[in-house]
């Protein structure tokens, strides 16, 4: 990876403070968050994931990203449960799930529990974010018979890729044991303070911070550092050309602090260029959680890839 541009190197700078500080967030603090009505999903049992399902119609299925609460869909989940009938999913070991697998592998795992419950659904929109919509990628790749369109909100096929062009799962592994032991080993004080420097790096809104520190710290250590070793060493881009699952990649761009826009335009028309038909949209003036800094546009953005 040496001789990187300048673009380049702010990509592997923010690739790096990304994936050793990753979190998630929401437009509501868990304090602000309306008491939901929770519904565990029917004759479905994982220790990989659990389901909250709301609403009635079509099945959506709304994957969080890394150390995230489903809560950072909960907005669109309820305006969407008005028509849909919708599925939140919470990943174990994620903002307070209980995680009982040690530093097993954490992300195909999750997508063959997921292909488990999506069986028993007729063939699900699915929505995801960062490391959810890599879930959801693998999940369209390898059982496309039970996905019936996929949005992609912000996320790589490649995560890595951030650190240039030339980036293999192999030469990303280094990067990845590093982040996993900045996991495993900040105390808590630090780690916090890790967390709340890099919320802001993630969002543009303010009052979604402080419940992104609040999930990240109440995520499972072990479960994060087995998670970020496989998302930064998971390259699913080596399927992409077989995909037949309709996509849609929707990526930020911020000039304010963010990527910026034609960077973002490079990257994502780059690492999705073997996927026939993809269809990238950006959304400016927005930082890794579009659904926090750019609710409304992401909303119309769900309803036009609903309706296509």
Do not use: C
């Not at 923010?14 to 603090?29: D, M, R, T, Y």
């Not at 929770?38 to 049992?45: D, G, I, K, T």
């Not at 709304?62 to 907005?75: C, E, K, M, N, T």
């Amino acid at each position: 990876m040496s001789k990187i541009s300048a673009p380049a190197k702010t990509l592997r700078a923010f690739a790096l403070a990304v994936a050793v500080g990753w979190a998630a967030g929401s437009i509501f603090s868990p304090a602000q968050a309306a008491e939901p009505t929770r519904v565990e999903a029917p004759a479905f049992a994982s220790d990989r994931l659990s389901i909250e399902v709301m609403g009635q119609g079509p099945d959506v299925i709304l994957i969080p990203g890394f150390a995230s609460s489903r809560d950072v869909w909960r907005p669109l989940a309820e305006r969407l449960s008005a028509t849909h009938r919708v599925h939140l999913v919470q990943l174990a070991g994620f903002a307070g799930e209980p995680w009982s697998h040690g530093d097993g592998a954490f992300v195909q795992p999750a997508v063959n529990d997921l292909a488990r419950y999506a069986k028993t659904l007729n063939k699900p929109a699915v929505i995801g974010h960062s490391m959810g919509a890599l879930t959801g990628l693998m999940l369209a790749q390898q059982h496309p018979e039970v996905v019936g369109r996929l949005m992609s909100v912000d996320s790589l096929p490649f995560f890595s890729a951030l650190y240039g062009p030339t980036a293999t799962a192999e030469t990303a592994r280094p990067f990845a044991e590093q982040a996993a032991a900045g996991i495993l080993n900040a105390d808590a004080a630090g780690y916090r303070v890790q967390q709340e420097r890099t919320a802001g790096g993630m969002m543009r809104n303010e009052a979604g911070r402080a419940a992104m520190v609040e999930w990240s710290m109440a995520s499972d250590r072990q479960a994060m550092a087995s998670a970020i070793r496989d998302v930064m060493t998971t390259d699913a881009r080596l399927g992409l050309a077989a995909m037949t699952t309709p996509v849609w990649a929707v990526y930020a761009a911020d000039a304010n602090g963010g990527v910026p826009s034609a960077m973002a335009d490079a990257m994502w028309s780059r690492e999705y260029a073997a996927l026939s038909g993809v269809k990238l949209v950006r959304v400016d003036d927005s930082r890794h959680f579009i659904m926090t800094d750019q609710p409304e546009r992401l909303g119309v953005l769900v309803d036009e890839f609903l309706a296509d």
